[in-house]
């Protein structure tokens, strides 16, 4: 299996632009995850999606922030305009479920710049 | 509220030397428990998790974990560590039910010295 995978690996940008950063999950998950990472906060849980329904997206920090799913193998994070401080590495996990139990499977992450 | 704190930021260990890394966590009810190693540039792997049952938990790459419920604790441990070891550690504690996400500790970096 080729994991959870993420595209592009790196993103430099400047401020005001638009950033998509793109998952696939892994084949027959049916739950996605998409966190940040930054050395201030620590990894936190953005937004996730069971069955392709965003479930909670009570982490996406404001309105530029949007994420969709539009089938079961892939998802969008978008950010429209970026800011500096969106600088951070995006990780995009899968699941089997939302089940307590599930193992979270994460891929290799974005490293977002904004400059 | 859930949380989870990590209390050393880094440390550093001699190869072939004990590892131990420490979890402390804030949860109502029974919690379930995960590490998770990050190698630099790489994802998250999970190591170990607990769920229930037997507290001394056994992963890959020779980690084991305990689950101290008087401690509310979740340490990481290793009898000998490798240079392959150096890695961020992460900690995290499950969902209080079904359809919510893992809330991670700050994380731990490990430097092995040779």
């Known amino acids: 299996d080729a994991g959870v995978i993420q595209s ?6 400047e401020m005001g632009q638009e950033v998509t950063l793109r998952c696939k999950p892994i084949s027959g ?15 936190e849980l953005l937004i996730y999606f069971n069955n392709n329904v965003p479930i909670d997206d009570s982490g996406m920090p ?13 998802s ?19 699941s089997l479920s939302t089940s307590r139990t599930d193992t979270q499977y994460f891929g ?6 904004v400059l | 509220a859930q949380s989870v704190t990590q209390p050393d930021i880094h440390i550093t260990v001699s190869e ?15 919690p379930y428990l995960f590490w998770y190693v990050q190698s630099p540039g790489q994802g998250l792997q999970l190591l170990l998790k607990y769920f229930s049952g037997d507290t001394l938990v056994q992963g890959i790459k020779g980690f084991e974990a ?15 560590v490798h240079w392959s070891d150096a890695a961020e ?10 359809g919510t996400a893992l809330i991670f500790g700050k994380g731990t970096t490990l430097s092995v010295s040779s």
Not at chain 1, 8 to 13: A, F, I
Not at chain 2, 66 to 80: A, D, V
Not at chain 2, 89 to 98: D, E, K, L, S, T
């Open chain 2, 66 to 80: 305990e689950f101290k419920r008087s401690q509310s604790s979740f340490n990481l441990r290793k009898p000998s």
């Open chain 2, 89 to 98: 550690y992460f900690c995290a504690v499950g969902p209080n039910q079904a």
């Open chain 1, 8 to 13: 592009p690996r790196h993103e430099v940008t």
């Open chain 2, 16 to 30: 072939g030397a004990s590892l131990e890394l420490r979890c402390n966590y804030s949860y109502g009810a029974t």
């Open chain 1, 108 to 113: 290799p992450g974005t490293r977002l710049t």
């Open chain 1, 29 to 43: 998950h049916n739950s996605l995850f998409w966190y940040r990472q930054t050395m201030m906060r620590g990894l």
């Open chain 1, 76 to 94: 969008t994070l978008k950010i429209q305009p970026s800011e500096p401080r969106d600088s951070a590495v995006y990780f995009c996990a899968s």
């Open chain 1, 62 to 74: 404001e309105d530029r922030f949007s994420a969709k799913m539009p089938n079961a193998s892939f």
